[in-house]
C-alpha cells in the first residue's frame, strides 16, 4: 500500500565541469526529488535540463519513490526555473512537458516565490549535503561510473 506524502520537493543541480570531464564542453545536471520529512530521497542524472528531459526525470525519480519508499505525492514544490513551469498564472500549462505531467497525473504543482531558496529549503540543504558527501573533490572520466556511484550515495543516504 502506497503512502501519500503530502509534498516532495523537486529542484535540478547544474554539475561542475570538473566533476564529470567526459566532454569538455557539455553541462551535466541533477534532478533531485525529496520527501518533506527529507528522510527519502532520489536523484536523477541528466545531460541537459529541458523540460522533456526534465519531465522524463520526474517520472523515472516518482517510479523509484513508489517502488522503493511507498511514496506517491499530492503536490509538488518547485522553483520557477524554466525547466519546470511555464508560470504560476500562465495560460500555457498544456504545452510545458512537466506542466502537462503534473495535470495529466493529478499531481497540485506549488510553486516557491522567485528568488527565494529558503522557501524549498529542504532541498537546498539536501544538495549541500550531495556536494559535500558526494561531488566535492571527485572528478569521474564517465557517466556509467558517475551513475553507478550517485545510486550507491543515493541508496545509502536513504538507508541512514
Known amino acids: ?43 536523477e542524472f541528466m545531460e541537459d535540463k529541458t523540460s522533456l528531459t526534465v519531465m522524463f526525470s520526474i517520472l523515472k525519480s516518482l517510479k523509484q519513490m513508489k517502488e522503493l519508499y511507498k511514496i506517491e505525492p499530492d503536490v509538488i514544490e518547485t522553483d520557477n526555473a524554466g ?29 516557491t516565490n522567485a528568488y527565494r531558496p529558503e522557501q524549498n529549503g529542504g532541498i537546498e540543504s539536501f544538495w549541500q549535503k550531495v556536494k559535500d558527501e558526494f561531488i566535492q573533490d571527485k572528478s569521474f572520466d564517465n557517466v556509467k561510473e558517475f551513475k553507478e556511484k550517485l545510486n550507491e550515495y543515493v541508496l545509502n543516504y536513504n538507508k541512514n
Open 1 to 43: 500500500m502506497s503512502k501519500k506524502a503530502e509534498i516532495l520537493h523537486i529542484d535540478c543541480l547544474k554539475l561542475s565541469k570538473k566533476t564529470l570531464t567526459v566532454k569538455p564542453n557539455q553541462r551535466y545536471y541533477l534532478l533531485g526529488v525529496l520527501s518533506d520529512d527529507e528522510k527519502n530521497c532520489w536523484i
Open 83 to 111: 525547466e519546470f513551469c511555464s508560470g504560476e498564472y500562465a495560460n500555457n500549462k498544456c504545452t510545458h512537458a512537466v506542466e502537462r505531467f503534473f495535470v495529466e497525473m493529478q499531481i497540485k504543482h506549488k510553486y
